[in-house]
């Protein structure tokens, strides 16, 4: 485009222009090298209108003329919202706004994202536009108004056309699953003030509005939307989650405050998704300390329920890197009642010892009342009593006898006996069988770990004996070395002789000691199979460096084949140091899981009296959720 033109349309110089033009008519046809822009684009651009009404007096073709962006100047005019311009360049070709753009959007859409009201307004007042079948995809452009905040626009929009609120975009969202992403209370509301059922509608990802709302916590939308359509706050996801499982995995503490505060005489604190997990699941996994903490202290919420995999909400945390928030939440935990998994299972002592003194204390009650009436003579009994200890025959009227009540099936200190009994029974056989049950599939499995290494054991060995006779690279068949290793005097046989040695002699050991020794108690048997367990990794790791070695010895020794040993060192090696090391690392964790669990078993108080039984369960308990555990 010539200088001298865009020097002119820069600083607004319209004779200037015009005796360009004058000169030569053809230079309103030039364009911009980089964006392909018209003088009228440029015009409208700078917001000229006297210029534009000149440039369209000389050249009217140029409203629709496109540039790079396929843009008319009339998507220049609506970006820069000016209002002047646009009404010059609509009374000369009005359908060039309905052209689209290389992004498919049209000058109202523009206009919208823009927030320039009196151009949204000129364009609305506009029935060839606005009632051409090519302006159909401006129904979305409500939800870029209602995304950015532009109130003034989203009401003019709805007053032309009711439906568009109805409207959904590609991805299924209605103009409230904007306004609720982004927070814009005043348009939440407008768009409920048309229908409160659009709070109910899901996008094709499974969110509603309030999801929305509560996932990015804008609280003043959540205040709309419980005032306007309560309802709304019960759609759960495609998963189960409901406004709080998204208000705690999203971190949004002030919106769950609220909700819980809003919403404190539903369910919705206590719903499970389909995982099982509650919102108190959510947090501690999430590691939402505050959020947790505000649960356990200001909600009801139930500290021990109970997710899909059995695990509590304080399993969940024993899982978790320790911390200083982690130990300040479970001391939490532990303070308002909250159990793992297994405690629930198997009460402690303690529990049993107080469930026993609540039911005796009952008993108690029930037989004083008894007695009471033994020193009257055949007294009716009252409602209150006969619906707890007489028959039915007595609840519809008739009197209790004193010679009846005085039978010894019925005398209150047999019967107080036989109830505490009963129940000390009850809970002591439950205990019992829960303890005996588990103790004999641990017991199977360390018979099954104890036979496998007496199998691992009696392999190695036949795989190092028969290597040991018949050693790599042949042997002499004839002269003085006959039957001599050929390549005995190599460093690499050496290697490989010292090794399968070891490997040999280190399973035959383990071999002899597991049969010679019959543990039938755990802890010997325990020590016995870490023993050998760890003989055993010493013998692998011989065996491996044996077959390394001799792989080195029968290696041709050329420039070819170097690569050939290094790529089997570092395979084999490799291969064999990883493992060793996940099972270290495995071991040590059992460890220090192990010690912290005994930590919080002194600190609770509790103790056993039978070392054994403690010893197991300090293998078994702490790791009750892993499901197994190193040795």
């Known amino acids: ?62 409203v629709a003329a496109e540039n790079k962006m396929l843009e008319t100047p009339i998507h220049e005019a609506c970006r820069q919202g000016s209002a002047k311009v646009l009404k010059l360049l609509l009374e000369v070709n009005p359908r060039a706004a309905c052209k689209l753009n290389c992004e498919n959007k049209t000058a109202f859409f523009i206009a919208c994202s823009h927030g320039h009201f009196d151009v949204v307004n000129i364009l609305l007042n506009q029935p060839r536009i606005m009632g051409s079948e090519e302006n159909l995809l401006d129904r979305t452009c409500i939800h870029v108004a209602a995304s950015r905040g532009h109130m003034d626009i989203v009401r003019e929009i709805l007053n032309a056309y009711p439906n568009f609120a109805q409207q959904i975009d590609e991805n299924g969202n209605l103009p409230l699953h904007y306004s609720c992403i982004h927070g814009h209370r005043e348009i939440t509301w407008m768009l409920l003030m048309r229908d409160k059922n659009l709070a109910l509608q899901y996008n094709i990802n499974g ?20 005032l306007m359509a309560p309802e709304s706050l019960h759609c759960a996801t495609i998963e189960g989650e409901t406004v709080f499982h998204l208000a705690v995995r999203y971190g949004q503490y002030h919106a769950l405050a609220f909700m819980a505060h809003a919403c404190n005489a539903t369910n919705l604190i206590h719903h499970q998704d389909q995982y099982g997990s509650t919102i108190l699941h959510h947090a501690v996994s999430g590691g939402r300390h505050q959020i947790a903490e505000y649960l356990i202290n200001e909600t009801e919420v139930q500290i021990n329920a109970r997710n899909g995999k059995g695990f509590t909400a304080l399993d969940i945390l024993d899982q978790a890197k320790d911390s200083t928030e982690n130990r300040h939440l479970e001391a939490m935990f532990v303070k308002a009642g909250g159990r793992r998994s297994i405690e629930l299972l198997c009460p402690s002592p303690e529990a049993e010892k107080t469930n026993v003194r609540i039911g005796n204390e ?41 010679e009846t009540y005085k039978r010894g099936s019925l005398f ?14 009850n809970v002591g056989e439950r205990h019992t069988s829960y303890r005996h049950k588990q103790h004999a599939i641990y017991m199977e499995a360390l018979q099954n770990a104890r036979n496998t290494i007496i199998l691992v054991a009696i392999l190695i060995a036949t795989v190092t004996f028969a290597a040991g006779i018949n050693p790599p690279g042949g042997s002499y068949q004839q002269g003085e070395m006959k039957g001599k290793s050929m390549l005995g005097g ?17 399973s035959l050991s383990i071999v002899i000691v597991l049969v010679s020794i019959i543990p039938f108690r755990r802890k010997p048997l325990m020590i016995l199979l870490m023993v050998a367990h760890k003989v055993m990794w010493v013998a692998v790791a011989f065996m491996a460096t044996s077959y390394v070695a001799a792989t080195w010895v029968v290696m041709p020794k050329n420039q070819g084949t170097k690569w050939v040993f290094v790529t089997l060192l570092a395979v084999s090696g490799g291969t064999l140091g990883v493992v060793f090391i996940v099972l270290g690392v495995t071991l040590v964790e059992h460890w220090l899981r192990k010690m912290k669990w005994k930590k919080q078993k002194k600190d609770r108080g509790q103790g056993v009296a039978d070392r054994d039984l403690e010893s197991q369960n300090s293998d078994v308990e702490s790791s009750y959720l892993q499901g197994h555990h190193s040795y």
Do not use: W
């Not at 460093?491 to 399968?500: D, G, H, T, Y």
């Open 207 to 226: 969110y509603t509005p309030p999801h929305m709302a509560s996932m990015n916590g804008k609280v003043s939308v959540l205040e709309e939307l419980v």
């Open 490 to 506: 190599t460093l690499a046989f050496k290697v490989f002789e010292i090794s399968n040695n070891i490997a040999l002699f280190a």
């Open 362 to 402: 009952l008993e108690m009650s029930i037989m004083n009342e008894m007695v009471s009436y033994e020193s009257k003579s055949s007294p009716p009994f009252s409602q209150g009593t006969s619906s707890r200890t007489s028959s039915p025959q007595d609840q519809a009227g008739a009197t209790f006898d004193h």
């Open 1 to 62: 485009m010539d200088a001298m033109l865009l020097e002119a349309i820069r600083t607004n110089q319209t004779p200037k222009l015009i005796s360009l033009f004058q000169a030569n008519e053809g230079i309103l046809e030039q364009r911009t090298t980089d964006s392909k822009d018209t003088a009228l684009h440029l015009a409208s651009k700078f917001g000229h209108a006297d210029m534009v009404s000149e440039i369209i007096k000389l050249c009217p073709d140029l």
């Open 412 to 425: 209150p200190t047999n019967m107080r006996q036989h109830k505490q009994n009963r129940h000390q029974e």
